[in-house]
């Protein structure tokens, strides 16, 4: 789902749920769930008392733009100079969003709670930024840079390494119990992430083997208006010469798509799986 229009307005409004899940849910139980804000959560904590023109720890909102700072000049030429762009954009909306965005521990203390919700404003908030073809810096730059040397593992593999070793300090500063929770909030994030960049493609697709294909495909043109494809097939066991259909429907569909199938013939053999993206008629149109 690749936004145009009013971009940075979206990324804003994606760093401000980002915030909210940190400073309302995240930072008052200290549960680190890694990426540059989780670090800062540590870091804060770690220097809280030390300076008393910040008795409460450095801010989470200046140390996210501060360890920023030096992976943006790392990653300038790896990057490219757009995607360059929006990731800084991202990045100083992000400490903007946690600077404005209060600390108020709204889970009242509850683990459960704070996962749950800071996960879901985190996971909605990432999507949102992503989805404009930003980045909030972080992680991925850092692993961004680290792959330059060490392609023999994945971008991914890097930033779940990097987000994993903050996850792991802040088990060493916090204690295993609220990383538990931590991690539980790491896999909300990453569900409604993907739910937010990939919902709006997900399709379902359907093979079906049917000596009753004509009467089914009639049905899907005429009742769905769907568009069907048959292809010739044989069966490897009884040898018989076949005709698949190839349909494509919208996740909602699906279940009447069956219905049909099931009426014209109970007997029909049928495949469903899942289509993460679809472009052209009756779907989402391609543009360059």
Request: glycine letters at 10%; a neutral charge.
């Amino acid at each position: 789902m690749k936004i145009r229009g009013n971009k940075y307005l979206i990324i804003f409004l994606g760093t401000l749920l980002m915030a909210v899940g940190v400073n309302m849910f995240f930072e008052p139980t200290h549960m680190v769930t890694g990426g540059v804000t989780g670090l800062a959560i540590i870091v804060k904590s770690l220097t809280a008392g030390r300076f008393s023109i910040c008795p409460d720890g450095v801010p989470l909102w200046f140390a996210n733009l501060f360890f920023n700072v030096f992976l943006f000049f790392g990653s300038y030429k790896i990057l490219g100079r757009k995607f360059f762009k929006d990731t800084v954009i991202g990045t100083i909306l992000c400490s903007v969003s946690l600077y404005i965005v209060p600390i108020i521990d709204l889970a009242k203390g509850d683990f459960l709670l704070a996962a749950v919700f800071g996960g879901a404003f985190m996971g909605v908030g990432l999507g949102l930024v992503f989805s404009a073809g930003a980045s909030t810096g972080g992680t991925d730059l850092l692993a961004a840079i680290t792959h330059k040397h060490f392609k023999h593992y994945s971008v991914a593999q890097q930033i779940l390494v990097f987000d994993g070793m903050i996850v792991c300090a802040g088990a060493l500063m916090y204690g295993i119990y609220v990383t538990l929770y931590a991690i539980v909030a790491v896999y909300i994030t990453s569900k409604l992430m993907d739910a937010i960049l990939e919902g709006l493609k997900f399709a379902k697709m359907a093979f079906i083997i049917s000596e009753g294909y004509k009467e089914i495909a009639d049905e899907v043109l005429n009742g769905m208006d769907r568009g069907i494809t048959a292809i010739p097939a044989k069966g490897m066991y009884s040898n018989d010469e076949k005709n698949m259909l190839i349909c494509v429907v919208g996740k909602k569909e699906i279940a009447a798509l069956m219905d049909i199938v099931d009426k014209k013939d109970p007997q029909a053999f049928m495949i469903v799986t899942d289509v993460r993206e679809v472009l052209g008629e009756g779907f989402r149109e391609y543009k360059q």
